[in-house]
């Protein structure tokens, strides 16, 4: 039995590890997203509608 509780605890510690790390992932996909929206809200406000406006 003593064999098996290091493998078991290394098995959940990087099980726990790695749903942490999805959860970053969303996170910064949200983030990024979320800097997209803005930066396109603001080029459509700041559009005066002149197509070779740059």
Known sequence: MKNLTLPLMA???FG?????ACNTVEGVGED???AGQ????????TN???PSTP
């Open 16 to 20: 726990a590890a790695s749903l942490a």
């Open 38 to 45: 803005a930066v396109e809200q603001t080029a459509q406000e």
């Open 32 to 34: 990024v997203t979320a």
């Open 11 to 13: 098995l959940a510690f």
């Open 48 to 50: 005066d509608g002149d």
